[in-house]
Each structure stands twice: as structure tokens, then as C-alpha cells.
């Protein structure tokens, strides 16, 4: 079976026409919404679609199917029909959601059974849906965002469909038909951020770009809202790129969440996310082996990227200690040579030869026998780093994931291994690529046009020749004292297991890539609220064991109650931590023997319903209701996007500063913790005199042994050490303001008032005498078309990256020298070339300073990336022996400049 003949692109909602075995009809799928609100590295998404039954009858029993990225944690779903009938969902195990559904369709009731296909596809069996009737679908989910180009970017992506996938499709939804052409679709995200925005773009769309104005009447640096619309349905992934200052710093967030009808006790959710800058030696001696996806559904442009892709990475290579190795692969593998050989010019040659003639000819996407046949062939001396171009699209994805697992958790200790993915193409699959770079122990990242690849390959390479950072280890600040013990522990209220007092994900963090975002979740079971001050980050540099320790404030710390609110740090925590039992990697809890064999499912089973989460063993079975009550899920959709918004605002504003300066840090708001029932009149509050800011706590203040590199990170992202590279401060005119009307973002997502909504919700909860509460910000809801817009033109990704550049590394040898020769030329012009020959420079020093100084001209915006692809040039002049080479390469530029 070639992926020419897999079933076609699944995305809708389908059924048999009244037929039990007939082909399967899609509804016309007649609009789609998406509203996205980004803050800072975390995003939510609210997708609305319009789906009508033209026929003159009812169907049979509908299917909807809908991807999301992989890692997402949908937090909500609705169906709702022109006839009023609203249909909602609860988390449930597996086959008992689908009994329940069952006897609902046979007793003649509305129902509706939601299930994870796999990591990044979902599906939906609905009942008949009449003739002549419109469907809404609502669907939200919360992710964490990774960085993408470099450690201040951030990369949202929206997938508008299903792509082709290798292997057998989804039972009950073959030969479905592709959506309709003259689908009306908009896109709106709005963007806010703790530092200034410096870009926002789309690789994959054009799209308009409105900046809001501050409260002061200045042009907004950290907040602007993207829009697209089209009269045509999207067959390509949408892809939106934020680019802004401090994306990168360290931060932790907290929640306190208490749900009395599923849990004695109150937990405290935590998210830790950095992006490291590592300032460390190469690795000196590693295997490096290449998989490429040959592929059918490579095709057209995916193959040609892949192969710029390889001809990149080979040069970028380390001349001495490597060894290198390119394995095809489709419905069957190959390699260029039987085992890896050292990296020399003829074999550096001999494999551009073989690059040259790839084609997408290997039929099916066999991923999973490939990788077989990488790991068998990796050297048991040296570590190996393997890089894997494909599209993804097979639906063996659990298979291939755990062989990953498996492999990498069996490969010695003096020979570690390690796997790096890029996504090619639109329509990747992100289940299967992030997957495997996730258990694989790299890097993941994703590539829509050619464009994208040089500095993607430049930060892949980055990150699999550096040492990375080992024996990683959290200290969360949370005294066992807070903790529940395990002689008071009993089984939640709805699941018979004992969850643990304390829960990670990862629950061993094996070890921290440079420049790759890291995100860690945390899950406490509390015996009464309390939340840490800081958070510790120690390890040791894999080569040298060479210790470092960072410290890292708590901010955002939250009490949410169980409804309206939804909690989004515990859902993307338990997300994480079931993600972790379906791997077989996160521990047990105290109720469950290892040699229980439904351990492990009874344990995501407990986590997934306390927290409403969909994975293999849960699914959502939904129940109707009436409409006139649909409100309470417009309030749900509301209190996550304010729970979003004061996440970034309690970590922006200079009084959440002076949080962790309390002896118990609180920051609980006083809307939510100590709100009054309805009907009771409202304790007036007393006002408070703001703390003064405090100031960033700096290195000095850590008594750590000589041999411990120490860092500290104040609550602006300032830190210094000399491990990690100073983050940049946000200085003084850094319109603070602008902060400040995080307060009115709420403005930019609805027109009507939520005033009745947090009336209806305001009840009074027993204050919480351990802790101390800082001042809550007043949100204030104003109409849409009131809030002041100024537009902007959406930037480019850094500058274009002209194609000439791809041209100039490819001239380069293993030894890192460029010759001067005919192409050469063609990219510096002919008057550079002679001016080295008339000075008597050796061809190939002169060759290289020239390079040099045209790649920095190119890239003058891109220091970090131009210093990725100079690395083995400038080693190159140093080892020819070229005394002053800056004033070489001064003099090359200034003979281009006159080009």
C-alpha cells in the first residue's frame, strides 16, 4: 500500500446516507472560526464550525472529525443544532463512555461520544442530524507554545485539516469526501505578551496586523491582534510566528485549584518553562545518522527541502571526531554505506552525489521499520544524534513512539542517543514528529517552505552537537508539611485510586538542549493552600560534570474555583502526566502494584476524569441539554480567557513584583478566592497601599560551593551567570502602560458585557488565613468597535534569506574552507574574487573570508545565525594560520560592499 492509496484528507462530519454500509456523504461544511488568544508562551483556541444537512431526510449516525496539534489538551466541546438541542461532554473511561452512548442512541436520545484517534486527531459520533438542519460545533483547547526560529520566538499553529496519512484510516470513516472549496473561514488571534512585540508573521498566510493603543493613547508594544479571512477553505496549515523580548527568560507559573465534588484536598498546579542558552564546547567525538522520507506523500516540494535540508546539515558538521551515515526510507530501507564512515571531503562528496538523486519514490511511509534499522546500526562507542526529515504521515504513531522509548532508554551511557525531527511540509503530522523527538530525547521542529530551512537546520545542529545538561533536577519549595501524607491519603471521591502527594512530567528530566524551550509541569495534593516563593533548576554539564543552579521565581499564582473557571495549568499538567503513563515512564501511585497489568490505565483513568482529559483509556460522552441553559459553557469559555489574562497580568505589573517577597507567597486574587454568593451582600474590601517594587535579586544572594555555577532570575527575566547567557532587561521605557491595558484585552473578544457572568458566579468561599493576597487588577469590558486600532504591515522572519545563500554553503568543504571557483563568484562578484588573487592570498583562505564576510553581510540581523553556519570557517583560518583574520575579512566585505 503506497500513500497514493490512502483514504483522502478527513475532516467534518460524515455519515452513511440511512445506509448501514453505503459511502460515507459529508456534510457541507459551510464556516469556520477560530479565535486564538496567545499570552506570552501559553494559547487557547476557540474553533466554531458551521455544518447543514441539505438533503430532504435525517442521516444515519454522523461522525465529526477535527485535528488539533499534538500536546494539546482540549478543554471543551459543544454541539449545537438550529433545533436548539445542545451537546456537551464528560470525561469518562473509554468503553464505558461508549456503553453509555450506545444505550442513549437506543433509548431515541441526543448523544454524542468524543474520542483521541491519536495525539493530534479526534472524532465525534453524533445521532441523526434532520434534514434541512444547521450544526455548531465549538471546540477550545489550551497549549504551550514553543520557540521555533530562535529563543525569542514562539510558533502557533492551526491545523485546517487532515492530511493524508499511510496506513489504515480510522475505522468508519473511509472514502469520505474532501470539504467543500467555497468554505467561508476567518481567523482572529490575539497576541499579548510580558515583553515588547518585535514581529508577528505568517510563513503560510497573508494576513492583516492591527497594533491597540495603551491607555495613554501610544501605540501598544505587547498586545496586537492578527486576522484572515477567505472565502475559500484552507487545505494548508495555518502558522503564525511572535517574535518578542524576554519570550525566553525563566518563569514559573502557579495555580490553586479546589473541586470539593472530586477531591478532599485543594492542589497546586505548576508550569516551569525556559529556553537555555548554553554556552558550551561541541561534542568532541559523535555518530551522526541521517533518515530521510522518500516517501510517496513527498512529493513536489517536500523532497526538494529535504534535500537542502541534508546538503545544509552535512556541512554544518564537526571536521574531527565525526562519523555520519544517510539512511532512505519509504515502504523499505536503505543507506548509503553499511555503517557510518568518518567525515572526510570524499565522503562528503560522495554523499552530495547521493543527495542529488533523491526522489520521493519509496512508496509507503514505514517510519517505524526505518528507525528500526537506524538504532540497530548506532555505534555502541560514541554518542549518535539522528535527524529525521519527514512529513510524518503514518498513523503507526504509538508503534514508533514507544520503539523510540525503548531504544534510547537501552543505549549504553558512554553512547547515548538521541533523536531530532523536522516536520515538512503543511499538514504534518505533529503527533507523529513531536513524538518522536519527545521520546527520543532532541528537538522538534516544523518547516512550511523553503525558506524556513537554513535556520532550522542551523538550530537542529546546534542542539545535536552540543553537550547538553544531565542529571537535571526541580526543587519546587513545597514543604511536606502542605503535603497530604500517605496515611491521610484516600481515594478521590470519583476514582478508587490513591493519587500521589506529588506528580512530574517529566517525571525524569533526562537532560536540557540549548536554545529549545524546556516546559516541566508539577501537581501537588495539598492539606491546605500554599505556593512556593521560588523554584530551584540544578544539574551538571554532560562533558565536564560541571554544576550549575538556577532560581527561579513563582508568578501568576491563582485560586480557581471548579466552575466557571477552567483551570488551565492543572489541565495541561495532567495532560503531561498522562501523556507520561500512555509512555510507561511516569510512577505509579501507592494504590497500584507494578504487576497490576491495568495498573497504568487505572491510573490515567483517575487522573484523566478528575481533570477532563481525553487520552487513550477516557473519552468525552456527551448529554443533551436545553439550550436556554447553554450559557453556563459561554461562562466557561469566558473564565478561561480571564484566567489567561491574569496569568500575564499578575507577572507584568510592577505589584506582582513584591509577591515573592511574602514569608507565604499569595497573589490569590480576592475576585476569585473570597467572592460572595449570590444573594449575600459583598464584604467592602479595604483598600491597600501598593508594595514598592523590589528590586532584581541578583547572583549575590546564593551561598552555593565553589564548584556550583549559580543563577538567579529576578521576576523581569533578568540573570547572570556564566553558563547561561544574560536575558535581556526591559528598560524603563518599556511603556508600562502598555502593560497595564492587559486589563482591557478582554475588549478585543466579545461585545457584550460579562458583568452578569461574574455577578451570577461571585460567592463567598472561607478566606484563607496561611495566606497573603495582593491588589487584583480591575478588568473593564468595553464594545469591541471602540477599542482604538492602528495597523502595521506584518514583518518578514528576521530579513528574507535570499536563495543565493543555500548556493554559497553549498560550496563549502569538510574542512570548512570555500574554493575559489565559477560559483563563488557568481554570489561575491568577479572584482572581490581578483582582489585576493592579486594580493597572494591562498585560494581557499581568500575563498573563505570572502564567504565569511557575504554571509554576515547577508545575515547582519542574525548574528546568532550566521554564527551557527561560520563556526567551521572560522575554525578553518585559525588552524590556516591567519594571523589577523578579522582584518581579512574587513577588507573582503568592504570589496563586496562595492559589488
Excluded at 478 to 495: D, E, G, I, K
Excluded at 572 to 585: F, K, N, P, Q, T
Excluded at 740 to 748: D, F, I, N
Excluded at 808 to 832: E, M, T
Aim: charged share 20%; glycine share 6%; aromatic share 6%.
Amino acid at each position: 500500500m503506497t500513500s497514493m492509496d490512502t483514504a483522502p484528507a478527513l475532516y467534518g462530519i460524515f455519515h452513511n446516507d440511512g445506509e448501514s454500509y453505503g459511502p460515507k456523504i459529508q456534510l457541507p461544511l459551510e464556516q469556520v472560526s477560530a479565535h486564538s488568544l496567545i499570552v506570552d508562551v501559553t494559547s487557547r483556541t476557540i474553533l466554531s464550525q458551521r455544518f447543514y444537512n441539505p438533503s430532504e431526510r435525517p442521516t444515519s449516525r454522523a461522525i465529526y472529525a477535527f485535528p488539533v496539534p499534538a500536546r494539546a489538551a482540549v478543554a471543551s466541546l459543544e454541539l449545537r443544532t438550529s433545533g436548539g438541542k445542545v451537546i456537551t461532554g464528560v470525561c469518562k473511561e473509554r468503553t464505558q463512555a461508549r456503553e453509555d452512548h450506545e444505550n442513549a442512541m437506543a433509548r431515541g436520545e441526543h448523544t454524542g461520544l468524543l474520542e483521541r484517534i491519536s495525539d493530534d486527531t479526534f472524532t465525534i459520533s453524533i445521532g441523526s442530524i434532520k434534514a434541512k438542519e444547521t450544526v455548531y460545533v465549538k471546540l477550545i483547547y489550551v497549549m504551550t507554545l514553543m520557540n521555533d526560529y530562535d529563543r525569542d520566538f514562539i510558533r502557533f499553529y492551526l491545523p485546517m485539516s487532515l492530511g493524508q496519512r499511510y496506513g489504515p484510516a480510522p475505522l468508519g470513516m473511509q472514502e469520505a469526501e474532501l470539504p467543500d472549496q467555497l468554505t467561508r473561514i476567518s481567523i482572529k488571534v490575539d497576541v499579548q505578551t510580558h515583553g515588547p512585540i518585535t514581529m508577528v508573521t505568517s510563513p503560510t498566510h497573508d494576513v492583516s496586523i492591527k497594533k491597540y493603543d495603551s491607555r495613554i493613547g501610544r501605540p501598544s508594544k505587547r498586545r496586537c491582534t492578527i486576522r484572515y479571512r477567505s472565502g475559500r477553505f484552507l487545505t494548508d496549515d495555518f502558522v503564525l510566528l511572535v517574535q518578542a523580548e524576554l519570550l525566553d527568560s525563566p518563569r514559573c507559573f502557579a495555580e490553586l485549584y479546589r473541586d470539593r465534588k472530586k477531591s478532599p484536598y485543594d492542589t497546586l498546579a505548576a508550569q516551569l518553562t525556559l529556553v537555555p542558552k548554553l554556552n558550551l564546547p561541541p561534542i568532541q567525538r559523535q555518530e551522526y545518522v541521517f533518515l530521510v522520507d522518500r516517501s510517496g506523500s513527498m512529493n513536489g516540494d517536500r523532497i526538494d527541502m529535504a534535500k537542502k535540508t541534508l546538503a545544509i546539515l552535512l556541512r554544518l558538521l564537526p571536521e574531527e571526531g565525526t562519523s555520519f551515515n544517510i539512511f532512505s526510507f519509504g515502504d523499505h530501507v536503505d543507506s548509503i554505506w553499511p555503517h557510518s564512515e568518518p567525515y572526510s571531503q570524499a565522503h562528503l562528496d560522495e554523499a552530495t552525489t547521493h543527495i542529488e538523486a533523491m526522489a520521493s519514490n519509496y512508496g509507503g511511509t514505514e517510519i517505524f521499520h526505518a528507525l528500526s534499522r537506524v538504532f540497530k546500526s548506532c555505534s555502541k562507542a560514541t554518542p549518535s544524534a539522528i535527524f529525521v526529515l519527514t512529513d510524518g504521515e503514518a498513523t503507526s504513531i504509538d508503534e514508533t513512539v514507544s520503539l523510540v522509548h525503548t531504544a534510547v532508554g537501552e543505549a549504553p551511557p558512554t553512547a547515548p542517543v538521541r533523536v531530532y525531527v523536522l516536520g515538512i511540509g503543511q499538514q504534518v503530522s505533529t503527533a507523529m514528529c513531536q513524538g518522536i523527538a519527545d521520546a527520543g530525547n532532541g528537538t522538534c521542529l516544523f518547516s512550511t517552505r523553503a525558506e524556513d530551512i537554513t535556520p532550522k537546520c542551523a538550530r537542529l545542529l546546534r542542539a545535536g552537537r552540543t553537550p547538553f545538561l544531565t542529571n537535571v533536577s526541580i526543587d519546587w519549595n513545597v514543604p511536606s508539611r502542605y503535603l497530604v501524607s500517605p496515611s491521610s491519603r484516600t481515594s478521590t471521591l470519583s476514582s478508587p485510586i490513591v493519587p500521589l502527594a506529588f506528580q512530574q512530567s517529566p517525571a525524569l528530566i533526562r537532560d536540557i538542549h540549548s536554545d529549545t524551550r524546556l516546559v516541566i509541569f508539577a501537581l501537588f495534593q495539598m492539606r491546605k493552600p500554599f505556593a512556593p516563593k521560588e523554584v530551584i533548576l540544578q544539574g551538571e554539564v554532560a562533558d565536564s560534570g560541571q554544576r550549575f543552579q538556577l532560581v527561579i521565581p513563582v508568578r501568576g499564582v491563582q485560586l480557581v474555583d471548579p466552575s466557571p473557571h477552567v483551570p488551565i495549568i492543572h489541565s495541561l499538567s495532567a495532560c503531561a502526566i498522562v501523556r507520561d503513563h500512555e509512555a510507561g515512564v511516569a510512577p505509579l501511585p501507592l494504590s497500584v502494584s507494578s504487576g497490576d497489568p491495568d495498573g497504568r490505565k487505572r491510573a490515567i483513568v483517575s487522573l484523566a476524569t478528575q481533570y477532563s482529559i481525553i487520552s487513550r483509556h477516557t473519552s468525552f460522552v456527551a448529554v443533551e441539554r436545553a439550550s436556554k441553559k447553554s450559557s453556563k459553557t459561554d461562562r466557561r469559555e469566558q473564565g478561561l480567557l480571564r484566567r489567561l489574562q491574569e496569568l500575564l497580568s499578575n507577572a507584568a505589573t510592577p505589584e506582582t513584583e513584591s509577591m515573592i517577597n511574602f514569608p507565604i507567597p499569595g497573589g490569590f486574587r480576592p475576585s476569585l478566592a473570597t467572592a460572595p454568593t449570590p444573594g449575600t451582600p459583598r464584604t467592602p474590601r479595604t483598600p491597600r497601599t501598593p508594595r514598592t517594587p523590589r528590586t532584581p535579586m541578583s547572583p549575590s544572594g546564593l551561598s552555593a560551593a565553589p564548584s556550583v555555577m549559580s543563577s538567579r532570575v529576578s521576576s523581569r527575566g533578568g540573570t547572570g551567570t556564566s553558563l547561561f547567557d544574560d536575558s535581556t532587561e526591559v528598560g524603563a521605557q518599556s511603556d508600562r502602560e502598555s502593560i497595564r491595558s492587559y486589563e482591557t484585552m478582554s475588549s478585543l473578544n466579545s461585545n457584550s458585557s460579562s458583568s452578569s457572568y461574574y455577578s451570577e458566579t461571585d460567592r463567598e468561599v472561607e478566606p484563607l488565613s496561611d495566606l497573603q493576597r495582593s491588589q487584583s487588577p480591575q478588568f473593564m469590558f468595553i464594545p469591541t468597535e471602540q477599542a482604538p486600532v492602528l495597523d502595521f504591515e506584518a514583518g518578514e522572519l528576521q530579513a528574507p534569506i535570499p536563495p543565493q545563500l543555500f548556493d554559497l554553503l553549498s560550496l563549502q568543504k569538510a574542512d570548512g574552507s570555500f574554493n575559489l571557483n565559477g560559483s563563488l563568484r557568481l554570489v561575491v562578484g568577479d572584482v572581490a574574487v581578483d582582489e585576493g588573487l592579486a594580493l597572494g592570498v591562498p585560494a581557499s583562505v581568500w575563498g573563505t573570508a570572502l564567504a565569511i564576510a557575504w554571509i554576515n553581510q547577508t545575515l547582519k540581523n542574525q548574528a546568532e545565525l550566521s554564527g551557527d553556519l561560520l563556526v567551521k570557517a572560522y575554525e578553518y583560518l585559525t588552524l590556516a594560520g591567519v594571523m589577523d583574520s578579522e582584518l581579512l575579512i574587513t577588507r573582503a566585505a568592504s570589496l563586496i560592499h562595492d559589488v
